[in-house]
């Protein structure tokens, strides 16, 4: 007796079953707020939680290179700059001039210090709380710049205003009143730098108040002799306007020239910075929209 087998050919659909194909999720880019419009939510009178996704992008202008700006980095973009306290020691290493970060804010908090607005964590009686060391990568990102770096905002004295708090600016042809002294002021009981405050002066004999912490590693160091040019971010605290001077850039007729160009800080490479003169920009910062 001969059996005949029967096959049965089941026909497949063309192509792959839905369930083994390969997804790709294309993420939107990350929405973006503008410095400016962070730094509207605190209305002065008391800090401010931030409880939704709000994140900012720009440049790093200031950081703890050469003692400047002590636990605290500054990030700005076209509409503005604002200060973040953080812990860790150096910054500069985590947040180089010039480096682009993203700021993830939710979570942190505004507030109001002496009329100039801080992000961080709960404020004490020094103003914004520091960021802790392990949650910064947390809040903050970075990536290259791209080749360019943040411009300095050329200005006269009369024309600082509300909108330059925590921004980058250069003063050309001004001189330091007080040539001769130190950066900073001493201590007599203890030898140690304190904060002080000198005035420069310009071709109109107006003045204006240059501000250097007590940690800057030149605070002992003689102030720049001749006429020239002071870069830095304007600072503001009690109705006061002053300059922070960045990353040692000084540039006068009688003193050689300090900057992160010219004098690398020991056991780091060389930063470049990159200056501009009247009616030149060096880079626009990152934009943001409100």
């Known amino acids: 007796m001969r059996t005949t087998a029967r096959i049965s050919l089941l026909t497949l659909p063309a192509g792959c079953d839905r369930a083994t194909q390969p997804e790709f999720t294309v993420r939107p880019p990350e929405p973006q707020n503008s410095v400016a419009y962070l730094k509207s939510l605190c209305d002065g009178k008391s800090s401010v939680a931030i409880a939704q996704d709000i994140t900012i992008r720009g440049f790093v202008t200031a950081n703890d290179l050469y003692g400047e700006f002590h636990r605290t980095i500054v990030v700005e973009d076209a509409s503005g700059g604002i200060s973040i306290a953080a812990e860790g020691s150096p910054l500069a290493d985590l947040y180089p001039f010039g480096i682009v970060a993203t700021v993830r804010c939710n979570g942190l908090t505004l507030c109001d210090y002496g009329g100039k607005i801080q992000l961080g964590t ?35 004295f009369d024309a600082v205003s509300a909108r330059h708090i925590d921004t980058r600016v250069r003063f050309d042809d001004v001189r330091f009143a007080d040539a001769g002294k130190t950066w900073c002021d001493t201590d007599p009981e203890t030898g140690r730098a ?97």
């Not at 802790?132 to 050329?154: D, H, K, M, N, V």
């Not at 020239?228 to 000084?250: C, H, M, W």
């Open 122 to 156: 709960t404020p004490g009686d020094g103003g914004a709380g520091c960021i802790p060391r392990e949650e910064l990568a947390r809040y903050i990102r970075t990536e290259p710049p791209g080749g360019e770096t943040p411009s300095a905002q050329l200005l006269t």
């Open 194 to 290: 304190v904060a002080t405050e000198r005035e420069i002066v310009d071709t109109r004999g107006r003045t204006f108040t240059v501000r250097t912490a007590a940690t800057c590693v030149y605070a002992k160091e003689p102030l720049p002799q001749g006429t020239g040019s002071l870069y830095g971010i304007i600072d503001y605290f009690a109705g006061k306007y002053t300059l922070r001077v960045t990353n040692r850039e000084a540039e006068f007729s009688g003193t050689a020239a300090h900057s992160a160009a010219t004098r690398p800080t020991a056991g780091r490479p060389a930063r470049t910075t990159r200056t501009t003169r009247a009616g030149v920009t060096a880079a626009t910062p990152p934009t943001a929209y409100p």
